[in-house]
């Protein structure tokens, strides 16, 4: 596929895994002399209004799809895609970047596979799981945990200046901070939460990487997945710049948690329901974890809807979706009377 086409076009899921994903496969076919060209889309529909308009580009290429399961797609993945590019690119000559692989798997919440955390060599230490070597800044606008300083970068001072760290973090440190947002994250949080703050604590340190952690890196390239698609591409390909990245980060995170924390889930068999301006998988993911007493819950907005599970499979139950087993995304159709929205609604409660 990579190595005997002549061009390829790769349409990918708005996740961070999918992102990763997909610049390891345009790595690859540049690696080979292959044009390649790299799209993000929000569920099917998007798909299929895009391969409509490309119609002439489609006839002399292949198409490869990551995260999104369409029929005519010459080849997809649809697995743990990150480590499914990573070894597909090693299968073709490539050298695939394992550390881009590992935080693409952890921004899915996938495990990354054996050969991807041979190649990436990386450690953990104790302490946070952030992007920058900023604690306020890192704290306020992680979305691996949701807690009372989430979004808000003062308040996030304010709790590191209460635990009196020292300006050179040691070990004991790094631990009392991390107990610190484990447990404020964790206090008035569901049963889930306990596992979920474990994203966010005991990083991987990276060495050469342009973020503090792996963790920090997968929770960049999640956000941009959704907000920022080109850029997060162009990251995940070693071509973006680092602090416009980082801005579009904290815009996303800060958003995320303003929403998460209005919301008023409406709780059903199976799943909670939250109305929000602007849904998408990272508030979907956030109230599952930390404000959902169902195994599953459902973020809605005006054009999209998101739905985060522990069990089921996302993309199953979310129609025409993209996404991972467990965070997947659609459109929904704009209607005066929210028509779109009460369908995705019913579909997905019929399904759970």
């Known amino acids: 596929m990579v190595s005997s086409a002549e061009f390829v076009r790769v349409t990918a899921a708005p996740t ?24 993000v889309a929000r569920g099917t529909s998007t798909f299929t209004a895009a391969a409509d308009d490309d119609d002439d580009v489609a006839a002399s290429g ?3 799809t990551v995260g999104l399961d369409v029929e005519d797609a010459d080849a997809s993945l649809a697995g743990d895609v990150a480590n499914e590019a990573f070894a597909l690119a ?22 990354p596979a054996s050969d ?3 190649a ?41 200046a209460e635990l009196e760290l020292p300006p050179e973090l040691d070990e004991s440190a790094r631990r009392r901070l991390a107990s610190t947002v484990a447990l404020d994250a964790t206090g008035d949080a569901p049963a889930r939460a ?6 966010g604590v005991r990083p991987h340190e990276t060495s050469e990487a342009v973020f503090e952690t792996v963790e920090g890196y997968a929770d960049v390239l999640a956000a941009l997945a959704w907000d920022a698609p080109g850029l997060g591409v162009a990251l995940a390909l070693g071509a973006a710049d680092r602090a416009d990245a980082l801005a579009a980060w904290r815009d996303h995170a800060r958003d995320a948690h303003a929403t998460v924390r209005v919301a008023e889930p409406a709780r059903h068999r199976g799943v909670v329901v939250a109305d929000a301006t602007d849904a998408h998988p990272t508030v979907a993911r956030l109230v599952r974890d930390y404000r ?5 819950a459902l973020a809605v907005g005006d054009s999209a809807a998101a739905l985060a599970t522990t069990d089921a499979d996302a993309r199953d139950v979310l129609p025409e979706s993209a996404g991972t087993h467990r965070l997947a995304v659609t459109e929904t159709s704009e ?10 609604v019913e579909a997905v409660r019929g399904a759970l």
């Open 16 to 39: 961070g895994g999918s992102v990763a994903a997909a610049a390891m496969l345009a790595g690859a076919c540049d690696e080979r002399s292959v044009p390649s060209q790299v799209r």
């Open 120 to 160: 990436a060599g990386l450690d953990r230490r104790p302490g946070v799981a952030v992007p920058t070597a900023d604690l306020a800044a890192g704290l306020a606008h992680s979305t691996l945990v949701h807690a009372s300083f989430s979004g808000d970068e003062q308040a996030a001072g304010a709790t590191l």
């Open 335 to 344: 209607t005066d009377d929210g028509d779109g929205e009460a369908a995705v």
């Open 62 to 64: 292949s198409h490869v």
């Open 292 to 296: 959902s007493d169902e195994p599953a």
């Open 194 to 199: 306990a596992d979920a703050v474990a994203a």
């Open 116 to 118: 991807v955390r041979e």
């Open 90 to 111: 090693r299968d073709v000559g490539a050298d695939p970047d394992a550390v881009l692989a590992f935080a693409g798997a952890v921004a899915d919440g996938a495990e």
